[in-house]
């Protein structure tokens, strides 16, 4: 056993610098494989006997793999012979013995996973097999009989066994080195596992397993008088092996006819037939894959030879592109690419067995790429058919755009530029957002992230209005809180119907009678710029609430800090339901 541990010591440390050693190296793909073999096994017969042990045997197997990369499915069978062992003193002076063993057969076969690593030579391979299936398990009788006795007298004894169908569990690695592309040798070492194997019931004993007790005397032995020691109880353990083998690997490569030479090859590039070209597009300045970038091959004329969108590592594949002179062209949200190009010459290093060519296209413009997703207020619920407006903060420009079925948008927004951004959409109301591109450096950051959120709007309810601040004491209506007001105007005159109440509200700083009047005349105001925008004034109802709707704990006589007061000042509205 001393031995087999050494053995399976070496062959993991190999293991292990093969997979050390590996590199992300193009396995071939969509391959079958066949790997016959020759071992030897090393069993561990849990059956609680005494006196009885078990020699090692051959195993003769086979796999079958298929492998779609670095992943596949395989199927093992296995023929494995063992043999028992009786360990029954045989020095017995006078006594004269016969012994009957029976060779043990385990038959079993198996399917499940793979997964392999190939090392940056190519030449060698790891490959990690499980394995799930059914055995049969066949033999093992043992008997050692005192013939001098009349009559004959049993002196150790096991019933064997006679299974089918037990299931059974497989591990194995296995290392291969390829003498060519399609064959190798290889070696491994494997763990199987049979599970609720019962022993028999001899019928003729009555029992599974017994033996006659003795007596050593400083190594004379001498049988005890009496009955012997027997299970009459078939034992439900398990079996188990160890096995180390050795075999070859041939590998059978799908072929497939080239639409350009008409040829059957392997899948990989050729120089008649074309080859692979896999483009990456890439952010310039950040180093960042580009998803959903539009890329286009076209010869020297400009027209499109083949086209596709790159996925989310920013990677598209070209397969087949014949030997020629080409422009690479791409384009991400309306915005064009630096143009790549492939030359002839860089075709003749395309060989069987390589990645093809590969190819970097930059996106080098200097302006950020905002993405963002219009969804229902407090929820993440996205909105689509939402018309979103990006303005810029000291340009008179604006821009439009609609959001898609995923609620999102896309803005192209300038370096050191502010932008507030709203949503529209009938029956709802939206919050103005801003954005600060310098807050970001377009040199380690492209996409800038932004939310905007919607409000459904229903009658007597109350929706907030942000960033209307009124200096202590003051009811002036500032510069920043007209753009928030505005929105409501924009929202009235969608809906030239609609009747609104405009309230305000202060924290319980101050007498309850002063910060009443206060919110009145803030609300007043406030009603009077929406009013001076072109609104009816019978449509409007400013209202000062006071201390008296608290959003919090914070009343009279309760310490709180500044910002637990500041959610109790706020601006509201609510749409009137008719009366």
């Known amino acids: 056993m001393k031995t087999v541990l050494k053995i399976l010591s070496t062959v993991l440390i190999f ?8 590199q992300n190296v193009p396995l071939e793909r969509n391959y079958f494989q066949l790997s016959p073999r020759i071992g030897y096994d090393f069993p561990s017969y849990n059956n609680d006997t005494p006196y009885i042990d078990y020699k ?14 670095w992943f596949g499915l ?31 057969t385990r038959l079993f076969y198996g399917i499940g996973p793979n997964a392999q690593i190939r090392s940056s030579s190519g030449k060698f391979k790891t490959e990690f097999n499980t394995r799930f299936g059914l055995a049969s398990i066949k033999g093992g009788r043992t008997l050692l009989t005192n013939i001098t006795s009349s009559p004959p007298k049993m002196l150790n004894f096991h019933a064997g066994y006679n299974l089918s169908n037990v299931f059974s569990f497989k591990g194995q690695v296995k290392l291969t080195y390829f003498l060519s592309k399609n064959f190798g040798f290889n070696v491994g ?24 007790p003795f007596n050593d005397d400083e190594g ?4 005890k008088e009496g009955n012997p020691k027997v299970r009459a109880e078939p034992c439900n353990c398990g079996i188990s092996s160890i096995g180390l083998f050795a075999g070859v690997t041939i590998k059978f490569n799908k072929t497939k006819v080239c639409p350009v030479c008409g040829k059957e090859h392997t899948p990989f590039c050729c120089s008649t037939c074309g080859c692979s070209v896999t483009i990456t597009a890439k952010d310039k300045y950040t180093g960042e894959t580009l998803p959903n970038t539009d890329v ?43 143009e790549g190009s492939i030359t002839k010459e860089e075709f003749k290093n395309c060989k069987q067995n390589t990645e093809g060519i590969q190819k970097v296209i930059e996106y080098a413009d200097r302006n950020f790429i905002l993405q963002g997703q219009a969804v229902v207020c407090n929820t993440n619920k996205p909105l689509s058919g939402v018309s979103v407006f990006l303005k810029h903060s000291s340009k008179a420009e604006e821009k439009r755009t609609v959001t898609d079925n995923k ?23 939206s919050q103005i957002e801003t954005v600060s591109t310098s807050n970001y450096n377009r040199n380690t950051t492209l996409f800038v992230k932004l939310e905007v959120c919607l409000t459904y709007v229903e009658c007597n309810t109350t929706i907030p209005l942000k960033n209307i601040h009124f200096a202590l004491d003051k009811d002036i209506v500032r510069e920043n809180a007209k753009i928030e007001l505005n929105k409501l105007v924009d929202f009235m005159k969608t809906y030239p119907l609609i009747k609104v109440e405009l309230s305000s509200h202060t924290d319980s700083q101050g007498s309850d009678a002063y910060n009443e ?9 406030s009603a009077a710029y929406i009013i001076s925008q072109g609104i009816n004034p019978n449509r409007i109802v400013a209202k000062g609430y006071g201390e008296y709707r608290l959003l919090n704990h914070c009343a009279n006589g309760v310490k709180c800090s500044d910002a637990e007061h500041e959610v109790n000042r706020r601006t509201e509205f609510k749409v009137l339901c008719p009366e």
């Open 74 to 104: 395989g199927a093992d069978f296995d023929f494995i012979k063992n043999k028992p062992k009786s360990t029954y003193p045989t020095n017995l002076g006078t006594i004269n013995t016969t012994l009957i063993e029976n060779g043990i």
């Open 296 to 338: 286009v091959l076209a010869d020297i004329n400009g027209n499109i030879v083949q086209s596709a969108t790159t996925n989310s590592y920013g990677v598209v594949v070209f397969k087949e592109v014949k030997e020629d002179n080409y422009l690479i062209r791409g384009k991400l949200y309306g915005v064009t690419l630096e």
């Open 56 to 69: 090692g045997g051959i195993d003769l197997g086979i796999s079958f793999d298929y492998y779609f990369n």
């Open 517 to 525: 009047d206060l919110s009145q005349r803030r609300a007043n105001n």
């Open 15 to 22: 293991t292990f610098v093969t997979i050390s050693n590996a």
């Open 220 to 223: 004379h032995i001498t049988i």
């Open 189 to 212: 070492t494997y763990y199987l596992k049979h599970f609720n194997t019962k022993e028999l019931l001899d019928p003729s004993l009555g029992i599974s397993a017994g033996y006659q």
């Open 407 to 429: 609620g999102e948008y896309i803005f192209h927004i300038n370096e050191n530029a502010t932008y507030t951004i709203r949503g529209k959409k009938d029956n709802y109301f």
